[in-house]
């Protein structure tokens, strides 16, 4: 996608944002062995007993080292999901999309952290939208790409939860990224008519879409922006 690392907070290299819930699940494991660390060695260690505390920094080490194993297990898992859903899309392979989101669907895969692989599969299509993307012919052929998917898998939920981050994505083009205050005023309309597209599509959809628990999600985040 030409304008997939563009999106504001993505690393076109990783396919992965910011996420401050990563941040917190690391300093909770580094929290918790600490805690085991004070209650498994001898000793008090606050009285700075020379040999526990050579004991302590060698369980830190092994115990930090465990953790970082277990975070950088986690961007693989997010860097193959996203990688994949992109090259997939944008050869219009919608056969290997469908199958990799019923497995994830059925199955109820999580990556390493604990989150589920089916929201990852949908949060990679966040590539292909952004707030900075102005130029209507790129947002013309995602959007006929999306609803080509539709025409070929009509009874999937798949393609119409897409669409509705896809169409999500086009109203925030007009709103842009920046504060509320700093958006233009000519803005806000076209911003909430396009918004209001988006939950139609949402809502018109839920007899196929909403039997992927994904579309109460996407629904309500378009709701929420109302």
């Known amino acids: 996608a030409p304008y997939a690392s563009t999106v504001p907070g993505m690393r076109a290299e990783t396919c992965q944002t910011a996420d401050p819930a990563h941040?917190?699940?690391?300093?909770?494991?580094?929290?918790?062995?600490?805690?085991?660390?004070?209650?498994?060695?001898?000793?008090?260690?606050?009285q700075g007993s020379a040999d526990n505390m050579k004991w302590g920094i060698f369980v830190l080490v092994v115990l930090c080292s465990l953790v970082t194993n277990v975070y950088s297990d986690e961007l693989a898992d997010r860097v193959e999901i996203g990688r994949t859903v992109v090259?997939?899309?944008e050869?219009?392979?919608?056969?290997e999309l469908e199958k990799i989101a019923g497995r994830y669907r059925d199955s109820g895969e999580r990556t390493s952290s604990g989150l589920w692989k089916l929201t990852m599969f949908y949060y990679s299509f966040n590539r292909f939208t952004g707030a900075d993307i102005k130029d209507e012919h790129y947002w013309n052929t995602v959007q006929s790409r999306v609803n080509n998917w539709i025409?070929?898998?009509?009874?999937?939920?798949?393609?119409?939860?897409v669409k509705g981050i896809i169409l999500t994505g086009y109203a925030w083009k007009?709103?842009?990224?920046?504060?509320?205050?700093?958006v233009p005023q000519e803005a806000w309309k076209p911003f909430y008519e396009n918004l209001a597209l988006a939950h139609e599509h949402m809502l018109?959809?839920?007899?196929?879409?909403?039997a992927d628990p994904h579309w109460y999600e996407t629904t309500a985040r378009i709701k929420k922006g109302l």
């Open 23 to 46: 941040a917190s699940y690391f300093y909770h494991l580094l929290a918790s062995a600490l805690s085991i660390m004070e209650e498994a060695l001898p000793g008090d260690l606050t």
């Open 87 to 89: 090259q997939l899309f």
């Open 91 to 95: 050869s219009d392979n919608f056969n």
């Open 151 to 161: 025409a070929q898998k009509p009874d999937s939920p798949t393609p119409y939860i």
């Open 174 to 182: 007009y709103r842009g990224g920046t504060y509320a205050n700093k």
């Open 204 to 210: 018109a959809s839920k007899k196929v879409a909403s």
